[in-house]
């Protein structure tokens, strides 16, 4: 479909040229510089909506070091071309040793990267589009136990190879002087995603099935 030769188109692309040459606008940048000027880390959030692994190259470009957790290829060829690509962009494989590394490095102080529309079996369930959907917690866990902040950061294709990258104001952790639930995050944090899939559907970017079978 369109989406996905979008982003195939888009992936070549930014392997040959370079982030700063590839992104039209970048929207927010004084929550981007948040973590300099607080000087604490960020867990920078975002979905699989247009190209989204450019939130991260935005980010590094702009000497925010950002550590990203991504899913292994099956295929050993990609990986290794994924690598080889990605070198200037830190990377840790989802797992348990991606999830230590992530925690090892906000409490260095150096920011993370999740992408968190996935269906997560054994996550929890939070609303999605008014219908309950098994949602990773990680963002809301790790705010909660580590000083960070919390920034969410939308990808909007605008033509071709041009991107709007827009770093929104962080999430508030805090509500009435009391650490809001992981519940109460985490619906937050899909709300933020329905609003930015319901701006760009054709951009959005899932073949899993996101919903239990039993509510579809």
């Known amino acids: 479909n369109q989406q996905k030769a979008a982003l195939k188109a888009n992936f070549v692309f930014i392997m040959i040229m370079n982030g700063k040459q590839i992104i ?6 004084k929550n981007l510089f948040l973590t300099k000027k607080k000087k604490i880390p960020a867990i920078f959030f975002s979905a699989h909506i ?7 190259m935005t980010a590094i470009i702009n000497n925010i070091p ?9 295929n050993p060829f990609v990986s290794l071309l994924l690598k080889f690509f990605s070198s200037n962009v830190p990377l840790t494989p989802k797992g348990t040793e991606g999830a230590k590394q992530l925690i090892r490095s906000l409490r260095k102080g150096i920011s993370i990267g999740l992408i968190v529309d996935q269906k997560m079996n054994d996550g929890i369930e939070v609303p999605f589009f008014k ?13 909660l136990k580590i000083k960070t902040l919390v920034i969410p950061v939308q990808i909007e294709r605008v033509k071709k190879t041009n991107f709007v990258v827009t770093f929104h104001n962080p999430l508030k952790i805090n509500k009435n ?6 519940l109460e995050i985490m619906t937050e944090v899909n709300l933020l995603i329905e609003k930015w899939i319901r701006k760009r559907p054709e951009q959005w970017f899932w073949l899993h099935r996101r919903w239990s079978k039993k509510i579809n």
């Open 24 to 29: 039209s606008i970048i929207k927010g940048k």
């Open 50 to 56: 247009a190209n989204w692994e450019i939130a991260p």
């Open 66 to 74: 950002v550590l990203t957790i991504f899913r292994k290829p099956n």
């Open 131 to 143: 219908k309950p959907a098994m949602t990773a917690p990680a963002v809301a866990q790790l705010a």
């Open 177 to 182: 002087g009391k650490q809001k639930t992981v």
